[in-house]
């Protein structure tokens, strides 16, 4: 069993911060690759950026340089730093983890957190 627990949501004004944190928990042999995603009202969800064991990050272009995305191995947790944010950032937060269970789960599968709500307003 593997949880993903996102916090850190919440409503802030244009041009505020926040910090969303996603807690790995469960049966975790290792962690590939975190990441957050978003999905707007009436919208498909999209990569909001990612970060691979190595620290290697990707960024979807929306939010470069305005967001960063950084992990803490020991813990199995993924952050994501929001400045400058903008009411079209409004949208629920998943944080995404491809990760295997044990040594014999050779390709790993891919886990969702439940979601966590960031509101821009104008």
């Known amino acids: 069993q593997v949880q993903l627990v996102e916090s850190g949501g919440g409503l802030v004004q244009a041009g505020g911060s926040l910090r969303l944190s996603c807690q790995a928990s469960g049966s975790i042999f290792s962690i590939n690759v975190m990441g957050w995603y978003r999905q707007a009202p009436g919208k498909q969800r999209e990569l909001v950026a990612h970060i691979n064991n190595g620290g290697t990050t990707n960024y979807a272009g929306s939010v470069k340089d305005r967001f960063t995305i950084s992990r803490d191995n020991a813990k199995n947790m993924v952050f994501l730093q929001m400045d400058y944010l903008k009411p079209e950032d409004t949208a629920e937060y998943y944080c995404?983890?491809?990760?295997?269970?044990?040594?014999?789960?050779?390709?790993?599968?891919?886990?969702w957190g439940q979601g966590t709500q960031v509101t821009v307003s104008s």
């Open positions: 995404n983890a491809v990760l295997r269970t044990s040594y014999s789960d050779y390709r790993g599968n891919v886990y």
